[in-house]
Structure formats: C-alpha cells, structure tokens
C-alpha cells in the first residue's frame, strides 16, 4: 500500500485543534458578505479601530500661533455656510461651547470667544497626507471627517504581530499625536477613542478581542455594556445626529445605556429614522465599513503675483487647466471631479469647493466654462489658486456613432446623471422604489428602496 502524504497524516494528528499548527484553509462559502453589519465573535473576529486626532481643524487653521489654543477660541463658520462654529478649544469647551453649536449661542455663552477663520484646504492636504501614511501599514481606511477614520484591523493582526502590533504600526506610520480605540464596532471604537490617550489606547472587552473570548459574549453585547454609562453627547460623532443629543438631554435620557433600554417604536415616533440610528448604535450595532477606494493624487496650484478676482482670476484658472490637463500622470483620462481651491488675502483662510462635472471632461474650454461658476462664490480675492482631482473618468478615446438612436441616447443620458449624483451624494443618491407587499397595512412593508439600476444593466 502507498505511503500517505504528509500534509494529510498531519491534518489527521489534530495538531491545529491543538494549538501547535496553523488551522486548515476553509473557503468562505459562496453568497457569504465579506463584512457583516453587526460583528461575529465566533469564526473571525471583526475589530474596529478608531484613530482620532483632536482638534486637527482648529490646529492647522492656527498655524504657529499655538498659543490660542489656551484661549476659548472656536473655528468661524465658512464664507456661505450655516453659521455654525467648528472646532473648539478646551477653553471654550468649559464654557459649554462645542462643535456645530449656533454662533449667536456660542457667543452669548463665551463673550470674549475668538473666531479663527478656517483653512479647509490646508485641512484637506493634511489630512490625506496622514490618510496616505496610515495605508501603508495594509489599512483598508474610511475617513469620517478630518482627524477621525477608521479601519479593520482583523486582517493585519498577523501582519503585524497582533492588536498591539497594528497599533504601534500605525503610530510609528502617522508621526503625528493621535489617540486609538478599538472595539467591535466603529461607533464603539470612537467612543473608545474619545477616552483613550495617546500612549494608552482603549480597547473595548480587552480579553474578549483576542481569540480567546469568552463564551456566549458576542461582540454586540461587548460594544453595548462598554457604550452604557456613556453620555448621550457621543452622538455627535454622526453629522445627522448632531442635534438629537440636547433634546434627548432635555427629556432626561443622559447616558446611551438609557437610551437603548428604550423601546425602538417610540423613539420611531418620536425621532423617526435618526430615532432608530440612535437606538442602533447605543445597542453595539452599526453599519459596515466603506474604505475609501484606491485612487491617485493629482494636483496643480499656481501662486497669483498680486490679489486677483473677477476676469483675471479666470485667465489664471485657465493656466491653472491647461497645466493639470499636460501633466503625464493623466495619461489620457478625463476628469470626473475636481476640487478648486484659493488661498484669500491679508490672512483670510482658504476656500474649497469640490465640483463634479456633468460627464467626464478633458477639455480645457468645457473645464473652464464649468469651473468658472465656482470661482463668483470667493469671498475675497486670491493669492493662489490650486486645482485637484479627486476623481477619474474613462479614457479619452471615445468616439461617439455617426447615427444615434434617441432612446439609447436618452438611457445614456440618464446614466450620467445618476453617476453624477452618485459621486456628488453617495451611492444612495439614486434609489428604486422596488414593492414588496402591496396589500400590507404596514407602510414599511408595502415597497423597499434598492439601488437603481438603468435599462441596459447596472449604473456605474
């Protein structure tokens, strides 16, 4: 009889039950998410880690003048923006002043509140030049707002070296003071970040994110013991909850625990959808991670010998063009999206607006005739004006028919607007309403939204 082979007389052993191998290869089954929406502590495990960077706004936009910080000062509300405060110091957060808050408020609690004009380009470079180092540790990175993303990081745990390992990488990567949480869900692991230091991260159920977790504790139940006695204010972390916290402070819920001890139809009734997303993530849930996708930088900035505005500035954007257009690194694509932005006068900031193109373009006349628009809403004239890509479209090489049939050209229209509210919105900016259960007495159950999808197959 022929010797068996060795690989399988060392499966038969049971060496990977006991510890002293690596665990046989199991395929995922076919149709299985890659992400689940509410973390599995069973078969894999599934860990979030938050990396907040305090104040990142309100640093950059004080530059060298560190010592406001140790004054109540508060980012001023962008030029055509809701007047809104941004950022605040720890000086004005003892006052009661915090991010988003109404200026006319802000200020009648904080009469010496100083304003600092906000620098959003400035915050854009910088941010994606520490988005950048921090996916080079293998991070998948979904970035929430400036100073706050997120990653998995079961993946890179062996990477590595384990939790620790993922964490010491990615402050040796960013070179910057940043504070880690790690949790099994990404509301959790920013509320972990909120406590943690910058030496000593938060971990949510230290024992339970290794793999040797207890028993019946799934990582659902971990995130809401952990989120229980924290205050309500959290929500805040979530652009559209950011007015729930004072009229759930004002009907006496105080802490999230408080929260998800409430019955989900009356929070329905009361809130609506923003209710239910509360009620969620105070219970350890969340949505899945959405990693921003690999893409290539590409910018072009040109410095204005004197203060320009009106005609002249739209002769510079068109230097400005033609100069991004003749750059190798387009090799030939056009343009999807692009974000212009100036540098003001006698210290007034940045200006930044991202605009997305009707379709794909890589011609000068057409960019500059779009763009133009964009450069009446300056608020005062510039010293530098700078162009960026965010977004690629198709080669140039398109050749349009000598005969096109109106239909297909319509259908063909329609997908363009839907990509470009796609790219301006999110990929939920377009929905279809699909019914489900006509005859139902339940609202919810009569129809679903699903993403659309055109005639001639799904929109890109």
Same mark, same amino acid.
């Given at each position: ?9 060392v ?8 510890g ?12 299985? &998410? ?14 979030i880690?938050?990396?907040l ?15 406001l910080?140790?004054?109540?000062v ?10 809104r ?18 200026l ?35 991070a ?62 938060e ?8 793999r ?26 979530? &652009?559209?909850?950011?007015?729930l ?5 004002r ?23 923003l209710g239910?997303?509360a009620?969620?993530?105070?219970r ?15 910018h ?10 009106g005609?002249?500035?739209e ?6 063009i033609?100069?991004?257009?003749a ?10 999206a692009v ?22 373009l ?12 964009s ?10 004006l ?9 080669p140039?090489?398109?050749q ?10 319509? /259908?063909a229209?329609l997908?363009?607007? /839907?990509e ?16 489900v259960?006509?005859?139902s007495?339940? &609202?919810?159950r ?15």
């Amino acid at each position: 009889m022929a010797p068996r082979p060795r690989a399988a007389t060392v499966q038969a052993t049971g060496r990977h039950r006991s510890g002293h191998g690596p665990p046989p290869f199991r395929p995922r089954a076919a149709g299985r &998410p890659a992400v689940d929406s509410t973390p599995s502590w069973g078969e894999h495990t599934f860990v979030i880690v938050c990396v907040l960077i305090p104040r990142l706004s309100l640093a950059t936009a004080v530059g060298d003048r560190a010592e406001l910080l140790a004054l109540p000062v508060a980012l001023a509300p962008e030029p055509g923006a809701p007047q809104r405060v941004g950022e605040v110091s720890p000086a004005a957060e003892a006052f009661g002043i915090h991010p988003g808050m109404r200026l006319g408020e802000a200020l009648a609690r904080c009469p010496r509140l100083g304003l600092v004009p906000p620098d959003p380009a400035g915050v854009a470079d910088r941010w994606e030049r520490l988005l950048v180092r921090l996916e080079s540790i293998g991070a998948a990175v979904e970035p929430e707002r400036p100073g706050l993303a997120c990653f998995d990081a079961s993946g890179l745990e062996r990477l590595h070296g384990g939790l620790e390992g993922v964490l010491d990488a990615a402050r040796r990567a960013l070179r910057t003071p940043a504070r880690f949480g790690a949790a099994p869900s990404r509301f959790a692991a920013v509320a972990a970040a909120t406590k943690a230091r910058v030496r000593r991260p938060e971990i949510v159920g230290r024992g339970g994110l290794r793999r040797g977790a207890a028993p019946g504790r799934d990582g659902r139940a971990l995130a809401r013991d952990y989120l229980a006695a924290l205050p309500v204010a959290l929500l805040r972390a979530r &652009p559209e909850l950011a007015e729930l916290p004072q009229t759930l402070e004002r009907l006496g819920i105080t802490t999230l625990g408080e929260l998800a001890a409430l019955p989900p139809a009356a929070l329905a009734d009361r809130f609506g959808r923003l209710g239910l997303i509360a009620h969620e993530l105070a219970r350890g849930g969340d949505t899945r991670l959405a990693p921003r996708p690999a893409s290539e930088r590409l910018h072009e900035s040109l410095e204005l010998p004197e203060s320009m505005s009106g005609v002249q500035l739209e002769r510079a954007l068109g230097l400005v063009i033609d100069r991004l257009l003749a750059r190798r690194e387009r090799r030939g694509r056009t343009l999807r999206a692009v974000v212009v932005s100036a540098a003001l006068v006698e210290g007034g900031g940045t200006w930044r607006r991202r605009v997305v193109f009707r379709e794909a373009l890589c011609d000068a006349a057409r960019m500059r005739l779009a763009l133009a628009h964009s450069l009446t809403q300056l608020p005062a004239p510039a010293e530098r004006l700078a162009l960026e890509v965010v977004r690629f479209g198709p080669p140039a090489s398109a050749q349009l028919a000598l005969l096109e049939d109106p239909a297909a050209a319509r /259908i063909a229209r329609l997908r363009q607007a /839907i990509e470009q509210a796609r790219i301006a919105a999110g990929p939920e900016a377009a929905m279809r309403v699909l019914e489900v259960d006509p005859g139902s007495r339940i &609202p919810e159950r009569r129809a679903v939204l699903t993403p659309f999808e055109g005639p001639a197959g799904p929109v890109p």
